[in-house]
T-cell receptor, first 111, second 114 residues
Framework: GEDVEQSLFLSVREGDSSVINCTYTDSSSTYLYWYKQEPGAGLQLLTYIFSNMDMKQDQRLTVLLNKKDKHLSLRIADTQTGDSAIYFCAETTSGTYKYIFGTGTRLKVLA | KAGVTQTPRYLIKTRGQQVTLSCSPISGHRSVSWYQQTPGQGLQFLFEYFSETQRNKGNFPGRFSGRQFSNSRSEMNVSTLELGDSALYLC?????????????FGQGTRLTVV
């Protein structure tokens, strides 16, 4: 199947950690991505993880992958107001040349 | 270096008309893919081109078509526009389109069909 699901909204206070979750269904996915979309803008790649990894850390971002449960999460430490945006997870499978995107999670950071 | 450029940024068309959107990839990138973004359906894959060849196509009607030129620039065309075609159309470019190459997205063309 090609369903990638995310919760629609998340609200956190500035300085707290944010955790955005994603569930995918295609077990043959090889790479999983997190993209950020700000109002009026395209998509910006934040980070990605290969399917044989469990965790990847990149500055304030930590990606966790549970391949058994097909669950991906993005943790943003010390969330700032500039992090307010829509976050999309995406998966791709070798040879398909396309991304399957999740529904997007709108993150609102309260000052 | 310049990013992915999509033109025009905004477009208003009438039902039944056709429209052509353009995407100029990052210099050196040979893969261009197109996505439709709507509030109801989210981001849906339209098609991907590499060296002027379409390698994959999403589940869209034949009214949606595309092409890629020898300089890697790509166009997509939508004929006989319907109200439901109103969306943000995003183009992404990458070196090869493979799983391990980063895709860079343009700002999109917002199409409104009235």
């Amino acid at each position: 199947g090609e369903d990638v699901e995310q919760s629609l909204f998340l609200s956190v206070r500035e300085g707290d950690s944010s955790v955005i979750n994603c569930t995918y269904t295609d077990s043959s996915s090889t790479y999983l991505y997190w993209y950020k979309q700000e109002p009026g803008a395209g998509l910006q790649l934040l980070t990605y993880i290969f399917s044989n990894m469990d965790m990847k850390q990149d500055q304030r971002l930590t990606v966790l992958l549970n391949k058994k449960d097909k669950h991906l999460s993005l943790r943003i430490a010390d969330t700032q107001t500039g992090d307010s945006a829509i976050y999309f997870c995406a998966e791709t499978t070798s040879g398909t040349y396309k991304y399957i995107f999740g529904t997007g999670t709108r993150l609102k950071v309260l000052a | 270096k310049a990013g992915v450029t999509q033109t025009p940024r905004y477009l208003i068309k009438t039902r039944g008309q056709q429209v052509t959107l353009s995407c100029s990839p990052i210099s050196g990138h040979r893969s261009v893919s197109w996505y439709q973004q709507t509030p109801g359906q989210g981001l849906q894959f339209l098609f991907e081109y590499f060296s002027e060849t379409q390698r994959n196509k999403g589940n869209f009607p034949g009214r949606f078509s595309g092409r890629q030129f020898s300089n890697s620039r790509s166009e997509m065309n939508v004929s006989t526009l319907e109200l439901g075609d109103s969306a943000l159309y995003l183009c992404a470019s990458s070196l090869s389109g493979g799983k391990d190459t980063e895709a860079f997205f343009g700002q999109g063309t917002r199409l409104t069909v009235v």
